[in-house]
């Protein structure tokens, strides 16, 4: 496409005008005035003929991926290739979604004589998280004359992928892990004998009856008793509820946390599960996940390693909310016929719809027999007991603060109705959902509970 320049609007201004006042004044020069428009307008013909000439021989190559982190600066390289390695300025722009901001909406560059292949890095801050393809780039270059842009579109073709941002989280676990750095020696006390068998011994006076190996004492004639050592490799696994619930904004309560109350909950659940992850890597633990909202999205069996924490972190990265309920039934059926090995089972949902909430309740029993559960939910603004806070001031408030009640007093009736199964149900605030979190599977790994 060719567009004209400032150049062009400048010169027809000097011929064109003074030419049409020549005719006014003197029209016996018409003569003169015609072929001097006619040459110009040759001129610019000549020159616009010449100008996609000035583009050949130049292509453009980007990076098979490109890593970004949100809300974090980067840059999208990008190759341009100049086959005849002659001097060329020539302005060049990128199509960028909506998601991804850029301080610039061009770039002047310079292509240097002899040089076959210029690197040009183009800043932008991604504000989302997800996938973004990006598979054109746009130039332009001035015709000889400066009459005319010559612009031009080049494919080629790119993923942008946006991870969440988690160094916010990770100031947050400062204040749980301060006792326990990797250099030094830290006592932590652990609670109970163990649950991993070891070896077999002679039987001591004072040993316990439900210790000792029935089969081994008949063989030997002689009581033998079973020696168990600290559990030190479990399996950690994060259920991630993808549903409509999900898409809700959380609270604006998170302080500190990257995009305060326009973040969606499922954008609070995959943060915190990121962040657990690097915690039961530093604990020695395999670590695993599951997303799911009517059917199992995706599954990555619980290990441990860079490795596996990049695969992870490329399950997550893309996941968005399905606009269906959840089917928890298909997710205990799934759990129980993948997970052969007791496991510390992690579930991030939203359970204040009464429907959704019997129907979980249901089919728990599935899990529980096999599985320790621990079941969380963001509490959901207005949610609190009666009188708990003040600014009551119109008779609407005073509504709003009943039906808030009331949804807590369902949301309380379900911890109860869980509690009795063995599953604990926390309602946490945005801000603490990932501290808390880790205290939880701390909790349970210092307690032996699984």
């Known amino acids: 496409m060719i567009v004209p320049r400032d150049r062009l609007i400048f010169g027809a201004a000097v011929v064109l005008v003074p030419g049409a006042l020549v005719l ?11 072929c001097g428009w006619l040459a110009f307008l040759l001129l610019l013909a000549i020159d616009a003929t010449l100008a996609p000439g000035r583009l050949a021989g130049i292509r453009a190559a980007f990076p098979d991926t490109v890593r970004m982190t949100k809300e974090r600066e980067g840059v999208i390289p990008v190759h341009l290739a100049n086959e005849r390695a002659c001097a060329r300025t020539l302005r060049l722009g990128l199509s960028l979604p909506r998601a991804i901001a850029s301080p610039e909406e061009s770039q002047l560059t310079r292509l240097p004589q ?30 000889p004359l400066g009459f005319w842009d010559f612009r031009k579109v080049l494919e080629g073709r790119t993923e942008l992928r946006v991870y969440p941002n988690l160094q916010g989280e990770r100031r947050r676990l400062a204040a749980i892990f301060l006792n326990r750095g990797n250099l030094g020696i830290h006592a932590q006390r652990r609670l109970g004998k163990g649950r991993d068998f070891e070896q077999l011994r002679e039987y001591i006076p004072g040993d316990s009856f439900e210790d000792i190996h029935w089969k081994a004492t008949a063989r030997r004639a002689r009581p033998v008793t079973k020696v168990y050592q600290i559990e030190r490799t479990q399996e950690i696994y994060v259920a991630i509820d993808a549903s409509r619930l999900s898409a809700r904004t959380a ?24 962040v657990l992850g690097m915690v039961a890597e530093k604990q020695g633990d395999l670590f695993g996940l599951l997303t799911f909202s009517d059917r199992v999205h995706g599954f990555v069996r619980a290990r441990n390693g860079k490795a596996h924490y990049n695969v992870c972190r490329e399950t997550l990265y893309s996941l968005e909310t399905q606009p269906v309920n959840p089917d928890f039934e298909e997710l205990f059926s799934f759990v129980r016929q993948r997970l052969r090995r007791r496991a510390l089972l992690i579930i991030l949902t939203n359970l204040d719809d009464p429907v959704l909430a019997q129907h979980f309740t249901r089919n728990l029993d599935v899990v529980t027999r096999r599985h320790l559960v621990l079941v969380n939910m963001i509490t959901p603004p207005g949610v609190r007991p009666l009188f708990s806070r003040d600014g009551v001031k119109t008779p609407d408030d005073i509504y709003r603060h009943l039906a808030g009640h009331l949804r807590w007093h369902d949301l309380r009736e379900l911890q109860r109705a869980l509690q009795r199964r063995g599953v604990p149900l926390s309602l946490l605030d945005n801000a603490a959902l990932t501290p808390e979190l880790v205290s939880q599977y701390v909790n349970v790994k210092q307690r032996q509970v699984l």
């Open 24 to 34: 006014a004044v003197s029209p016996a020069h018409v003569v003169t005035v015609l």
């Open 114 to 143: 002899g040089v076959p292949e210029v690197r040009l890095d183009w800043p932008c801050t991604p504000h989302k998280r997800g996938r973004f393809p990006i598979n054109r780039v746009y130039i332009s270059m001035a015709s």
């Open 251 to 274: 609270p604006d309560d998170a302080e500190g946390v990257p995009g305060g109350g326009l973040t969606s909950q499922l954008e609070r659940f995959i943060t915190a599960a990121l």
